[in-house]
């Protein structure tokens, strides 16, 4: 009974991945709705966080298609046709991340 919980349990993260709005003033949430994600027992065996590695293929897919399925198309627009990016989820997300990271001075135009 334990070994089909336990085997149920890692199929797929726990928290989905976050959807957004759209709308700058939900960054901070989507951030952290992100990290909340990324914590999940589902990805502990992840330990780069930039890129797929071996092991981790299936996560990094399980990413790459949450990203498509849930975000606007003109989030994800970057990320089609970039080989960089073809079988590369982790790398997806990552980017994600730095792309709405509140720290970078780029991302605060809004706020001036």
């Known amino acids: ?6 085997s149920k349990a890692l199929k797929t993260p726990s928290p989905y991945f ?3 709005v759209g709308n700058a003033d939900s ?5 952290t709705k992100l990290r909340a994600y990324k914590a ?7 330990i780069a966080r930039t ?5 981790t293929k299936r996560q ?14 003109s989030v994800t627009s970057r990320f089609i046709n970039q080989p960089i990016y073809i079988d590369n989820g982790i790398k997806m997300l990552r980017d994600l991340d730095e ?6 001075p780029e991302h605060q135009l809004n706020d001036i």
Do not use: E
């Open 27 to 31: 960054v901070p949430i989507l951030l």
């Open 60 to 73: 990094s897919q399980k990413i790459s298609a949450s990203i498509f399925n849930v975000l606007l198309a």
């Open 18 to 20: 976050p959807k957004w």
């Open 1 to 6: 009974m334990q070994q089909l919980v336990a």
């Open 40 to 46: 999940d027992a589902y990805f502990a065996n992840v």
């Open 99 to 104: 792309q709405f990271d509140p720290s970078k």
């Open 51 to 55: 890129t797929t590695l071996p092991g």
